[in-house]
């Protein structure tokens, strides 16, 4: 999927190149093209169409048209607004620890790697920033799951909070602030349950959480492969729970660069991280000039 965006819009661009001087109807036969191509990477219908009305007014202005490389010009436009689409506001920071403990909340969907990306996101707190840091799993649901977090953390060299039997989620969380304080960490991740859908009970027990851990960043991690689905758990979160970024994970196999376009544009938080592999290390910070370059191929 990925690749065929990038080979349409290579296609569309390489044609238009050679045409040297671009009509309107060039451009708007163009851009049809396009437009197709995003839908096929899974962009979602209104973020394609308002994505192609916004190039096509910039495309068919007399400079673009009259211009030696049209072709160039258009291409260079697509580019622009995607970063522009990608990027929001501006360049994606890092993560907020400047009071400490500083929580961050872990939220999303079972099997999104939601608990491999908290230990990815620690190990390069720890590495790169010299931080302290703690973990804990709330999934009283799963105990694999806590088990999981356990296990990682050994793997990494970052504590993990105790595990103790019959604790509801927001007691585990009240025990891992209290530890993160008298321990000295100076950050806490909350690995909170998932469930295979968004249902009532699991949206309930994560408020009671947020309210409890006050978080500094809550981050929902969903599965970039799952395109328009990834995108409508994240409006469901934001409403509900209120996020302040999104980690897409799975961005190292066929990643789609639609999800990451209409992800930006329907919810309006920032893409922070991509998931690029199953190993501790294969995290990397969005970077939304990247993700065009390569839709653009
Ligand atoms: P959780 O249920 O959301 O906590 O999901 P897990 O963290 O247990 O991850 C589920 C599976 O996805 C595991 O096998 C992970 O190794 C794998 N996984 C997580 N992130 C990525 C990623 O970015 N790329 C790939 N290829 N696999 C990932």
Redesign the pocket.
Known sequence: MFESLSERLGGVFDRLTKQGALSEADVITALREVRVALLEADVSLPVARDFIKRVQEKATGSAVTKSITPGQMVVKIVHDELIRVLQGDGPADALKIDNSPATILMV???????????A?LAKRLKEKNGKRVLLASLDTQRPA?ME?LAILGTQIGVDSLPIVKGESAVQIAKRAKTQASLGGYDVLFL?TA?RLHIDEVLMDEIQAVRDIAAPRETLL?VD?LTGQDAVNVATEFEAQVGISGVVL?????DGRGGAALSMRAVTGKPIRF?????KMD??EVFDAERVAGRILG
Do not use: F, N, P, Y
């Open positions: 999303g969907l079972q099997g999104s790697g939601k608990t491999t990306t908290t990815k799951a999981q690995d998932g991690v970039g994970t799975r961005m190292d196999g991509v998931g690029l592999g199953e294969a995290i």
